[in-house]
């Protein structure tokens, strides 16, 4: 990879981490709001940018740390019975990674 990929590569994990991660972290906010559609410019991102590759390495970091935050009770999909967090889990995983993966080149 050229200097400039590498660059890109760094800026595209570091700000993918830092978003995600405020994204997922509720932060002791009493409202809900649906803030996950955010992580989705990362995917674009990746699949514009770089290869197939990237875009799932995309799609696992953020399945990763959405499912981290859910497992804890915080986050976006966090309800009361664990069976009906893991459905919305499974729900925006899928709908994050399907139309993504043939989108990338």
Do not use: K
């Not at 559609?37 to 990763?64: G, K, Y």
């Not at 499974?90 to 990338?104: D, E, G, I, Q, R």
């Amino acid at each position: 990879m050229a200097q400039g990929a590498l660059d890109r590569a760094f800026a595209l994990a570091l700000s993918l981490l830092l978003v995600t991660m405020t994204v997922f972290n509720d932060l002791g906010a009493p409202v809900r709001a649906c803030r996950s559609p955010r992580t989705l410019s990362f995917i674009v991102w990746a699949a514009i940018r770089f290869e197939q590759r990237a875009v799932t390495a995309v799609i696992a970091t953020i399945s990763a740390i959405a499912l981290w935050y859910t497992v804890h009770g915080t986050g976006q999909f966090a309800r009361g019975s664990p069976d009906i967090s893991s459905i919305f889990l499974l729900m925006y995983t899928s709908t994050l990674s399907v139309p993504a993966l043939f989108s990338a080149p």
